[in-house]
């Protein structure tokens, strides 16, 4: 190499200088960090000490979608996670701002869906000697409780570190929600941009494959074998796993009857030949092996005892990543400890040539086949006032023809009949209520669907569900996203027909002349009534043929709907006075 003339030293010096006086900031280290993790859309709600967050993030050519309350910000990051397996990003401001967004990390973490909330928080000094700061909460310890993980990041140097733990935690083993906070001070200290750049990384493999032991994959081997009325049961930690030929390959090889719960249904078909969803109490009380794919034994499944389980123990071969699930509820007689996709694989290939139930598949499918048949009827029926049959008969009917919509289901009756209703077809393709049963998942569900998918999106709201987060609407028709909201609008919280005292109006009825067409209209959206089935239908087919915001205001009988819908076994109702 020649030698340098002075100039081209001089320059050589002035840029080494430079560079070693670069500097970079909290705020850049953090997008920094992000965009290296491969996050592109932050769901959140600006203000202090974040707000400069959002627009610089914007600046780099990202997405950030503001929301009107955090905690629909949070449910939309949620479900980021859950379709893309990458963490969902939400931005909070302090206090307030985090206790709202901390509602959907909880939510997020009860569903194992892999989601990180950050929050701006008061400084140190403030908060430990509780001095009064603005928005002053001890945020970190406060948050320890409801995610998987909570950390402070109290230097920039570690801002790199920070998010890569984050992510890593997010996503590996039982997926489930993670707080990043960020005191105030931090965003604008600024760093060395050299060692900046030096710091921050993505995580190697933060999601690695568990592999099941091999006694354990034969032990299950052998009862699935020995089995006489065996059932597949698929959760939604089945469709999260994104393993979708292997889980249909080990059903159609095995030739075993399967049933998914509701997030689960679409993973493999509900018009397969071997689905027994329409079938459900049959499948439950009759099966004597029961194979659990990312399901757990919770609420859902009546804990796995009682009537529902026919009164027996049945013996559960049980697919979890989380090795202390198992027995959560009652014994698991082949429990199976690795990722989704790793088990099934490993059960595909003990399984390999094994005598298919022909017999009880077949009992199965003629009971389905019945039920089918007989709700087909109560889809078709007219009556007066539109009830949840025929109007999400006609739902079914369109939706039936466009099976890439995205489905989001949330309410009581308008969830229960829905999920029994309508059909899905493809994996992943309905998000509802979820492990907790939540009011208020939906226009933040809808949000990140039509965002991480690109799909058109359906959204099914009770009235009362609708209420929790209806002012998302005006998100909806900002961002323009091709989101179609159907309240199911029977006047109340399960019905809106009951009488009221004197003095008052019935505490489960709403205005019965609420017109949520309207709402959507004032907000820029298209807003539409429908009181009849084919009204129903033209309005929800225009929509997805437009593409366009539109919410349906669908009128339903007000005495249509029962307490809680399918749930009402859960109710307490006190027994004095009672004859
Ligand atoms: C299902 N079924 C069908 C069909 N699909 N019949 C005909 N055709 C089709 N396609 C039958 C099924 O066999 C059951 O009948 C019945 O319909 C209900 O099916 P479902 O919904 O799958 O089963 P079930 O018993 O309701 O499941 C229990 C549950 C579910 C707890 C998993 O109710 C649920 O996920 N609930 C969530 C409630 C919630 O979170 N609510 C939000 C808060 S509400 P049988 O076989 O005859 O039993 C606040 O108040
Ligand atoms: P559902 O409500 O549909 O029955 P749950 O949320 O109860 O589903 O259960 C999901 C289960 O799936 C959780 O116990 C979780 O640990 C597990 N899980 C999630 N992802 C994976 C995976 N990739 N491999 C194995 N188990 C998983
Ligand atoms: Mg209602």
Redesign the pocket.
Known sequence: MGSMSNNQVGAAVEELQGRATELTDGFHLLMDALELNGIKNIYGLLGIPVTEVGRMWQARGNNFFSFRNEQNAGYAASVAGYLTKKPGVCLTVSAPGFLNGLTALSNATTNCFPMILISGSSEREIVDLQQGDYEEMDQLNIARPFCKASFRINRPEDIGVAVARAVRTAVSGRPGGVYLDIPARLFAQTFSAEEGRKSVFAPIDPAPAQIPAAEAVKRAVDLIKGAKKPLILLGKGAAYAQCDNDIKALIEETGIPFTP??MAKGLVS?THPQCG??????VLQESDVVVLVGARLN???AHGKGKTWGNTLKKFVQIDIQANEMDSNVPIAAPLVGDIQSCVNALRAGLKGMTKPVEWLKAVSEK?SA??A??AIKLKTPTPAMNYFNSLGAIREVLQTHPNTMLVN???NA??NA???I?QYLPRHRVD?GTW???GVGMGSAVAAAVETGERVVAISGDSAFGFSGMEIETITRYNLPVTVIIMNNGGV?RGDEPSPKHQISCMQFNPNTRYDLLMQAVGGYGVRVTTPEELTKALEESLASGRPTLIDAIIDPAAGVE????GNLNVVSQIGKK
Do not use: H, P
């Open positions: 719960m509701s509900d969803a329409a079938a459900r109490s049959m609420w859902l499944l389905a039920s089918r007989k709700l949330e309410g009581a969830l229960d999920r029994m209703i059909d209520t049963g939540v009011m399960y809680s819908g399918r749930i």
